[in-house]
């Protein structure tokens, strides 16, 4: 959808696939920096991140207007890139919240 967006405000492909890049290179050193911090915060902070950072990406991308809309662009993909990486603790707080013998049960809605 995003792409879409940036080529209807007149960006060329080769824009579009340099703030791509630009924000999934970007993202790999900060990917490792939250996860070394996320080691010593609890699950449900990361689960609140998740919303959080999503509803910040979406104010950004609704703000990408005009001289600053690369930036507010680049910006929300960054973020929304950094969001990805918290996924995982869906599947950590099921395990915790759903013991192995009721989870076949929650799965299946018995």
Same mark, same amino acid.
């Given at each position: ?8 405000? /007149?960006? *060329? ?7 791509? *890049?630009?924000?999934?290179? =970007? ?23 998740? /919303?959080?950072? /999503?509803?910040?990406? *979406? ?11 690369? $930036?507010?662009?680049? $910006?929300?993909? =960054?973020?929304? /890139?950094? *969001? ?12 915790? =919240? ?9 799965? =299946?809605?018995?």
């Amino acid at each position: 959808m995003l792409p879409m967006y940036m080529f209807m405000t /007149d960006y *060329t492909v080769l824009e579009v696939g340099i703030i791509f *890049t630009l924000v999934h290179v =970007l993202s790999i050193p900060v990917t490792y920096v939250v996860g070394k911090i996320f080691d010593k915060v609890a699950i449900r902070h990361g689960l609140v991140l998740i /919303d959080g950072f /999503d509803g910040i990406s *979406t104010i950004l991308y609704g703000l990408a207007y005009g001289p600053i809309a690369p $930036l507010m662009l680049f $910006l929300g993909l =960054l973020i929304e /890139d950094i *969001t990805t990486i918290f996924y995982p603790l869906y599947q950590a707080a099921e395990r915790i =919240l759903y013991p192995e013998g009721k989870m076949k049960e929650v799965l =299946l809605g018995i």
